[in-house]
Structure formats: C-alpha cells, structure tokens
T-cell receptor, first 114, second 114 residues
Framework: GAGVSQSPSNKVTEKGKDVELRCDPISGHTALYWYRQSLGQGLEFLIYFQGNSAPDKSGLPSDRFSAERTGGSVSTLTIQRTQQEDSAVYLC????????????FGPGTRLTVT | GENVEQHPSTLSVQEGDSAVIKCTYSDSASNYFPWYKQELGKRPQLIIDIRSNVGEKKDQRIAVTLNKTAKHFSLHITETQPEDSAVYFCAATFYGGSQGNLIFGKGTKLSVKP
C-alpha cells in the first residue's frame, strides 16, 4: 500500500514568512509524529498526535511552531515568521497503535529559509 | 527526559569486516529500541528493533544486543557490504498503552570500502 507522503518536497522561503508543511500518514495509522533533522544531525522530536489530539507537544522549539491533525489523518505543521535556524528537513512518521511499534517515515520536506 | 548517546559518529570498515555501533540511554523506563538506516537523501528505514524483555535479536547479517542493567544497546553488522554504507540511528522510547515519540542518537556514518 501507499506509504507516508509529505508535501512539498522542497520549500524555499524568505525569513519572516509563514510556511505550512503537510503529512499524509499511512491509512489507518492512528499515531503521527513530526521530527526535524538539521544538517548532519540526528532526528529531533517535535510533536506527537494520537488521533486528532496532541498529547505530547514537548518538542516544539518555540511558539512560532504549531501543528494540527484533522479527521485522524492529514497533519499540517505550521511555522510562523520563519528564521534561518528553522532550515532543516522536516520528517513525518506514522504508526499503528497496538500492532507493533514501527514508525514509518515519509520522505521529508527540505525547508530553506533565506 | 530520555537522552541517547551514540558512538562512534563515523566508522570506516573494509568490505567483509564487522561493524559495531553502540548507544547508551538514560531513562530506565525505556522499553523499545529501534535502529534506523538512512541512505543519502532518503527517509530513515527501520532495520531491526528490540524490546526490553529480550537480550539479543538477529536478522541475517544484523544483530542487536541490549543490556538493561548498563542501559546500553549495540548494533552489529557482519560481513559488511558496500550497500551497508549509510547513516545509522539508534533510538529509545517507552511504550505503555499509547505509543511514544522516539529519542534518537546523533547517528553513525558507516562507510564500507570495497
């Protein structure tokens, strides 16, 4: 079946602009995660959704970052007033609660803030 | 919160040799330890995982060992091949009722020389 998809694959934006990143999880996966990967770094947890609720927002780096998930499926990560330090690859992952623990990753969105 | 340390950051081996990557974690409550492989420009993919009720798990040329007392776990790749060249990430989390976010190590860049 289809895997996790993300759009856009690449986004270049000017400092101060807002951006929206989209994640389509695997159908039926109830858990959805956002991670950030900076150049040469590991994956940094941002936010976790169980269904439409976000029980864990502890990783969001500032109040400029927000995320929502509607219908228990698609999620959008919004970054307001982007800064150069926001440049990174944003990865989304999903998993099926109660059926193993594997998190399946999407291809990521490469965000460049100029 | 959980913290995962991963060593070495880079590893170069000759084809056919073994490679070992080690990780330590801080939270004794963590009970799930996956390893992801990320090829250049690609998404992370799960290659093997281990749960805290198991000390060792093997899958062909790949094995993972877990020492709960010492809070460390290791990835072993035998008979390495050039296609094993990639960045490998270890991770840890606690799964209890609902799934949790993964805390990743900073990665090991493995180069296998033909």
């Amino acid at each position: 079946g289809a895997g996790v998809s993300q759009s856009p694959s690449n986004k270049v934006t000017e400092k101060g602009k807002d951006v929206e990143l989209r994640c389509d999880p695997i159908s039926g996966h109830t858990a959805l995660y956002w991670y950030r990967q900076s150049l040469g770094q590991g994956l940094e947890f941002l936010i976790y959704f169980q269904g439409n609720s976000a029980p864990d927002k502890s990783g969001l780096p500032s109040d400029r970052f927000s995320a929502e998930r509607t219908g228990g499926s698609v999620s959008t990560l919004t970054i307001q007033r982007t800064q150069q330090e926001d440049s990174a690859v944003y990865l989304c992952a999903s998993s099926l609660v109660g059926d193993g623990y594997e998190q399946y990753f999407g291809p990521g969105t490469r965000l460049t803030v100029t | 919160g959980e913290n995962v340390e991963q060593h070495p950051s880079t590893l170069s081996v000759q084809e056919g040799d073994s490679a070992v990557i080690k990780c330590t974690y801080s939270d004794s409550a963590s009970n799930y330890f996956p390893w992801y492989k990320q090829e250049l420009g690609k998404r992370p993919q799960l290659i093997i995982d281990i749960r805290s009720n198991v000390g060792e798990k093997k899958d062909q040329r790949i094995a993972v060992t877990l020492n709960k007392t010492a809070k460390h776990f290791s990835l072993h790749i035998t008979e390495t091949q050039p296609e094993d060249s990639a960045v490998y990430f270890c991770a840890a989390t606690f799964y209890g009722g609902s799934q949790g976010n993964l805390i990743f190590g900073k990665g090991t860049k493995l180069s296998v020389k033909p």
